[in-house]
C-alpha cells in the first residue's frame, strides 16, 4: 500500500507541475498509419503535354504577333508593345492576388538597378517588330539563330569560358543557314522583277534591305539584353516572375511616351490601323500576345520540370522548324527549294547546338562556355518567342 500511494504522489506532482507549465498530459499518441499513396497520374507529371504546350505557345505568339505586323498600314509599334507590357503585368497581378503565383513587391532601388535592363528590353522587342514586319517568319526565324553565337561570345568576353569544336560547328551551319535564306528571299524578289514593274521590284528589294538592317539590330540588342540581364540578375537574385514583373512595369511608361511622342494618334491613322473589317482581330490578337508572355513563361518551366533541362534545350531547338513552317502555312512566304534548305540547315544548326550544349553540361563545368545557363527559363521563352 504504501508503494502505491508513493507512486499516486510522484504521478499527482508530475500532473500538477504539467498544468502549471501549461502542458496538460495525455496519454501518447496512437501510432500513425501508413498513408496510402496514390501513384499520381496528373496531367501536370506528363511529360509529352509540357512539350506540345511550350511549342503551342511559342508558334501561336510569333503567328499573332506577324499577323498584326503584316498589316500594310499598321504603324503603332510602340503602342502594340504597350499594349503587351500592360496586359502582362495585370495578368500576373491577378495571378499573384489569387495565390496562384508569388514575386517580390515593387522597391524603388530594385527599380533602379533593373531599368536599364528595359531599356534593352524595349531596343530588344521593338527591333524585333520591326524585322517582322518587313521578313517572312521563316527568315527572321532563321536569322535569329544568329544571336546565339553574339551570346556565346559574349559570354567568353564578359563570363569566360570557351566554345566546344561541335559549337562552332552548329555556328557555321547558322551562318550558312542565314545565307541560304538571304539568297532564296533575293532571288525571289529578283524573279518578281521579270514578272511586274520595275518600281514594285525595287520597292520589294528595298524592303528586305529594311528587314535585314533591322534584323542585325535585333540580334545585336537582343545579345546585349540577354548578357546584361545573366550579370543583374546575378546582382538581384530575380526568379523568373520577378524578372517578367520589373520587366513589364517598367517599360510601360516609356513605350507610352514614346507613343505619343512619335507615333499618329490622329482619327485617320487610327483608323488605317485598326479598320473596321478586322479592328476585333487586332485588338485581340494585341491582348493575345500579351498573355502568351505568361503562357509561355508558365510552359517552359512546366516542361523543365517535368522533363529535364536537357530536354528543354531540345525542345527549344526543334521548335525553330515548326514555327518557320507555321509562316509557310499562315502567311504568304515563298516555298522554294533555297527557301525549304535554308529552314532544314537551320534546322540541323539548332539540334546540333543542343547536342553541344548536352555534351558540355555533362562535363566538368571550369573552362566550359555556360551558354546553356545564360537565361531563366521565362527569359529563354521570351526570347525564342517573339523574338523567334
Not at 208 to 227: D, E, I, P, R
Not at 322 to 341: E, K, M, N, R, Y
Request: proline content about 5%; aromatic content about 10%.
Amino acid at each position: 500500500m504504501a508503494e502505491e500511494e508513493k507512486k499516486r504522489f510522484l504521478e499527482g506532482s508530475e500532473m500538477e507541475l504539467g498544468e502549471k507549465q501549461g502542458k496538460g498530459f495525455s496519454s501518447p499518441p496512437p501510432p500513425s498509419m501508413p498513408r496510402h499513396t496514390h501513384p499520381d497520374h496528373s496531367w501536370q507529371n506528363n511529360p509529352v503535354l509540357p512539350v506540345i504546350s511550350y511549342c503551342a505557345s511559342s508558334i501561336l505568339m510569333t503567328v499573332a504577333n506577324k499577323y498584326i505586323l503584316s498589316f500594310p498600314d499598321y504603324n503603332l509599334n510602340f503602342l502594340l508593345l504597350a499594349v503587351q507590357s500592360i496586359v502582362c503585368v495585370l495578368a500576373i497581378s491577378s495571378c499573384k492576388s489569387m495565390g496562384l503565383i508569388t514575386y517580390r513587391n515593387f522597391k524603388t532601388d530594385e527599380a533602379k538597378k533593373w531599368f536599364p535592363i528595359s531599356l534593352l528590353l524595349i531596343g530588344m522587342i521593338y527591333t524585333s517588330t520591326k524585322a517582322l514586319r518587313y521578313l517572312s517568319i521563316p527568315v527572321y526565324t532563321i536569322f535569329k539563330n544568329l544571336t546565339i553565337i553574339l551570346i556565346a561570345y559574349g559570354e567568353v568576353l564578359w563570363f569566360g569560358g570557351s566554345v566546344s569544336p561541335i559549337a562552332l560547328f552548329s555556328f557555321g551551319l547558322m551562318v550558312l543557314s542565314s545565307v541560304i535564306a538571304a539568297w532564296a528571299d533575293i532571288a525571289h524578289a529578283l524573279q518578281a522583277h521579270s514578272s511586274s514593274t520595275s518600281a514594285a521590284a525595287t520597292e520589294q528589294l528595298a524592303t528586305l534591305n529594311a528587314g535585314y538592317v533591322w534584323m542585325l539590330v535585333n540580334c545585336l540588342s537582343t545579345a546585349a539584353y540577354v548578357l546584361g540581364m545573366r550579370k543583374r540578375i546575378k546582382l538581384t537574385n530575380f526568379k523568373d516572375f520577378d524578372t517578367m514583373f520589373y520587366n513589364n512595369l517598367l517599360t510601360i511608361p516609356i513605350l507610352v511616351i514614346a507613343s505619343l511622342l512619335a507615333e499618329d494618334w490622329s482619327g485617320a491613322n487610327l483608323a488605317k490601323n485598326f479598320p473596321p473589317s478586322t479592328r476585333n482581330g487586332i485588338i485581340g490578337a494585341m491582348i493575345f500576345t500579351g498573355l502568351s508572355s505568361i503562357f509561355i513563361s508558365y510552359t517552359s518551366a512546366w516542361c523543365v520540370r517535368a522533363t529535364s533541362s536537357t530536354t528543354y534545350s531540345m525542345v527549344g531547338a526543334l521548335n525553330k522548324l515548326p514555327i518557320a513552317v507555321s509562316g509557310l502555312i499562315f502567311f504568304d512566304a515563298p516555298v522554294t527549294l533555297p527557301s525549304v534548305t535554308a529552314i532544314f540547315v537551320g534546322f540541323v544548326s539548332g539540334i546540333v547546338y543542343a547536342l553541344a550544349k548536352v555534351r558540355e553540361s555533362s562535363k566538368p563545368k571550369t573552362g566550359i562556355l555556360p551558354t546553356s545557363n545564360t537565361m531563366s527559363a521565362s527569359s529563354q521563352s521570351n526570347r525564342d518567342s517573339l523574338k523567334a
